[in-house]
């Protein structure tokens, strides 16, 4: 074993339920990649996201809907070989696992094996819950996602703030409850009001981590595209970037052409 890996403390499904005790709050982000996720473990984030968003980030797609599990798997994979230290979690992608608890199960098996990640996250709540209790029951950790559920777009037909009514807030509540009965080890909540994440946070012993839905919750996660300003169309008020890559990266890539135009790349010194 190399001297790095000895470095690091690896992040499980325990640690996070003891952050949430003693009140550290839990860093996750995304990656799909090699290369961006060594960046992220090495930049010391908690947990890694293999988001179904890889589906409009890394191909362009307007909805997660098309990704498919084999490029999930293509995707984890990638970005296990990376990570040395951060939790990987790993999206079943929409058509991987509604239509039974066998199928959810099959699917979370083939993301396991086949990449090498830690757990897996379903988006849904109480007409999920047979399928999260099965994978649950082989032995897999999994991380529930309530709220905004992209997945279900062409249900709800906007990305707008989810839960606002009274009726929506106590079945996200219920469903939060019944997630952590069933053993999930945390839950992603997407774009609630504030006051119902931490409701949720209150109520519930397992970590929740927000993205859209204040800080009065366990952790945070973002869209690592989003949040280092590679993406630029996507400016929801949640969204903080850290960087404006596209930005730099569009001077860079024009600087470069340039260069090869005006014959100044490659000089005496970048040449054999
Ligand atoms: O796919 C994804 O990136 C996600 C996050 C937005 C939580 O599910």
Same mark, same amino acid.
């Given at each position: 074993?190399?001297?790095?890996?000895?470095?690091?403390?690896?992040?499980?499904?325990?640690? @996070?339920?003891?952050?949430?005790?003693?009140?550290?709050?839990?860093?996750?982000?995304?990656? /799909?990649?090699?290369?961006?996720?060594?960046?992220?473990?090495?930049?010391?984030?908690?947990?890694?996201?293999?988001?179904?968003?890889?589906?409009?980030?890394?191909?362009?797609?307007?909805?997660?809907?098309?990704?498919?599990?084999?490029?999930?798997?293509?995707?984890?994979?990638?970005?296990?070989?990376?990570?040395?230290?951060? @939790?990987?979690?790993?999206?079943?992608?929409?058509?991987? /696992?509604?239509?039974?608890?066998?199928? *959810?199960?099959?699917?979370?098996?083939?993301?396991?094996?086949?990449?090498?990640?830690?757990?897996?996250?379903?988006?849904?709540?109480?007409?999920?819950?047979?399928?999260?209790?099965?994978?649950?029951?082989?032995?897999?950790?999994?991380?529930?996602?309530?709220?905004?559920?992209?997945?279900?777009? /062409?249900?709800?037909?906007?990305?707008?703030?989810?839960?606002?009514?009274?009726?929506?807030?106590?079945?996200?509540?219920?469903?939060?409850?019944?997630?952590?009965?069933?053993?999930?080890?945390?839950?992603? @909540?997407?774009?609630?009001? *504030?006051?119902? *994440?931490?409701?949720?946070?209150?109520?519930?012993?397992?970590?929740?981590?927000?993205?859209?839905?204040?800080?009065?919750?366990?952790?945070?996660?973002?869209? @690592?595209?989003?949040?280092?300003?590679?993406?630029?169309?996507?400016?929801?008020?949640?969204?903080?970037?850290?960087?404006?890559?596209?930005?730099?990266?569009?001077?860079?890539?024009?600087?470069?052409?340039?260069?090869?135009?005006?014959?100044?790349?490659?000089?005496?010194?970048?040449?054999?």
């Amino acid at each position: 074993m190399s001297t790095a890996k000895k470095e690091y403390k690896r992040v499980t499904v325990k640690s @996070l339920v003891d952050m949430k005790a003693t009140g550290e709050k839990i860093s996750m982000l995304t990656a /799909y990649d090699y290369t961006m996720a060594k960046i992220v473990d090495g930049a010391g984030v908690d947990v890694i996201l293999v988001g179904d968003s890889a589906s409009n980030v890394m191909a362009g797609h307007e909805t997660t809907l098309p990704i498919t599990l084999d490029q999930m798997i293509y995707h984890a994979s990638s970005v296990i070989r990376a990570v040395y230290r951060a @939790l990987v979690v790993v999206d079943l992608p929409f058509g991987s /696992y509604q239509s039974d608890p066998k199928e *959810a199960l099959r699917s979370a098996i083939r993301i396991m094996k086949e990449s090498g990640a830690h757990s897996v996250k379903l988006e849904g709540g109480k007409e999920i819950k047979d399928s999260i209790k099965r994978i649950i029951n082989a032995g897999i950790p999994v991380m529930g996602h309530l709220g905004l559920t992209p997945q279900s777009i /062409y249900k709800f037909g906007t990305y707008t703030v989810r839960a606002k009514e009274e009726q929506e807030a106590k079945q996200l509540i219920e469903d939060a409850k019944m997630l952590e009965k069933v053993g999930c080890f945390a839950i992603v @909540l997407e774009k609630i009001p *504030a006051k119902l *994440a931490k409701q949720v946070a209150d109520s519930v012993r397992i970590p929740i981590i927000g993205i859209g839905a204040g800080g009065d919750v366990d952790g945070q996660v973002l869209v @690592l595209h989003d949040m280092i300003g590679m993406t630029h169309e996507f400016n929801p008020r949640f969204l903080r970037r850290y960087l404006n890559l596209y930005e730099e990266m569009t001077s860079a890539i024009s600087q470069y052409v340039g260069d090869v135009k005006s014959l100044d790349f490659p000089n005496d010194n970048e040449q054999y």
